[in-house]
Structures are given as structure tokens and as C-alpha cells.
């Protein structure tokens, strides 16, 4: 069965980078669009980031330039680089697949999340 496991979150303060992972089984990575979503506490879903199967991604403005998403085939992962975190951050990060194109997204695929706190 399809299995997302999100690792990399923790405590950072403002200013400061995390990368997130998300290692997926259970189907064809490399063929499938991977999607970033946040949810900070009391909010609703935020989509991030979607990176295609062919290389091509997409941010959400509150993180261009800042958040880079990639993916490595070969290790069936996906990544999400964070640099200059501020604390609106602060949230809890999922990767997801089979995701539609609404905002937020609703995917068929979620891992469990993984908590990123950004605080001095």
C-alpha cells in the first residue's frame, strides 16, 4: 500500500534552515506529481509546493524563494528545503500524492507530518 513517512522537522530559531523528507512506497514514485502542505495550529490546510514528475515545481508565494522542493527517484523522496524560517512557519508539514488542484489541495496519499517549530 502506498506509505508517506515525513522525517527532518524540529526546533529552529528564525533565520534558520530545515530540510524535510518524505520517503514514499507502495507505487511508482517517479511518476507522480509530490505536493507540500503545512498546517499550523487552529489553521486550515496551506499548500507550499508541487514538483512533477518531469522536474517542474510550483510554490506558493509565502514561500518563493525560500522553500526548495526536489525529488530523488533513485531513493524514492522527496525533499523540501527551508532557509530564512520565520515563526509563521511554524507548523506541521505533510508530503502528499494524488493530489487535485484546488488550494488547499485534497490527496488521496498523505504521510503522518512531521512538526517544524521556529522560535528563539
Known amino acids: 500500500q502506498v506509505q508517506l513517512v515525513e522525517s527532518g522537522g524540529g526546533l529552529v530559531q528564525p533565520g534558520g534552515s530545515l530540510r524535510l523528507s518524505c520517503a514514499a512506497s507502495g507505487f511508482t514514485f517517479s511518476s507522480k506529481a509530490m505536493s507540500w502542505v503545512r498546517q499550523a495550529p487552529g489553521k486550515g490546510l496551506d499548500w507550499l509546493s508541487d514538483i512533477y514528475n518531469g522536474g517542474r515545481t510550483l510554490y506558493a508565494d509565502s514561500v518563493k524563494g525560500r522553500f526548495t522542493i526536489s525529488r530523488d527517484n533513485a531513493k524514492n523522496t522527496l525533499y523540501l528545503q527551508m532557509n530564512s524560517l520565520k515563526p509563521e512557519d511554524t507548523a506541521v508539514y505533510f508530503c502528499?500524492?494524488?493530489?487535485?488542484?484546488?488550494?488547499?489541495?485534497?490527496?488521496?496519499?498523505w504521510g503522518q507530518g512531521t512538526q517544524v517549530t521556529v522560535s528563539s
Open positions: 502528499a500524492t494524488n493530489c487535485n488542484d484546488y488550494i488547499p489541495p485534497s490527496c488521496d496519499y
